[in-house]
């Protein structure tokens, strides 16, 4: 892979971060392509079978497009999201990024670690996801859009109260 390529997709996947994590979800949703589709399979703890994943990719946390995401994100600044107010600390980590080509021209496939830490309030413990992420990342007139991504928490058990902002 093209290292420009890859500096450039990584650099974008920190601003995603920012984004997130600094709550500027409507600036975060303009990184999205129009037809995006945001998945998290659930993950099931299964006797080892060889080339088992135990991901169920018939159920998921989250299946949206990018309607569904743009009501999450707004729904967040109304008084309706009390899980969200005060507003929890949160930070997107992201590492061990690699790129290929993807399926299309101009779009490349992205798989990174992440790790997801939130504090809310007061209390003293943290809420975190970990898993691994595989993106489709798509090329529009010079900005890099997320088409695809599938999320896969390493966790059988979620251990965060809600999953409103994870993203």
Sequence with gaps: ??????????Q???????LLDYRRYLEWLELLADDIVYRMPVRVTTVNEPGSTNIVNDMAYVEETKSGLTIRA??????????????????HFVSNI???????????????????????????????????REDILR?????????????????AVLSVMNLSMFL
Excluded at 1 to 10: D, F
Excluded at 12 to 18: D, G, M
Excluded at 75 to 89: I, M, Y
Aim: no cysteine; charged share 30%.
């Design 1 to 10: 892979m093209n290292a420009e390529v890859h500096h450039s997709i990584a």
């Design 12 to 18: 974008f996947l920190y601003r995603e971060a920012y």
């Design 74 to 91: 707004q729904r967040l600044f109304t008084k309706s999201a009390w899980a969200e107010n005060p507003a929890p600390r949160q930070r």
């Design 98 to 132: 690699r790129v290929e080509a993807g399926p299309r021209e101009n779009e490349y496939v992205v798989r990174s670690y992440f790790l997801f830490k939130r504090s809310r309030s007061s209390e003293p413990g943290t809420e975190e996801l970990f898993g691994e």
């Design 139 to 155: 090329q529009v007139d010079g900005q890099w859009r997320i088409a695809r991504r599938t999320v896969y928490p390493d966790q």
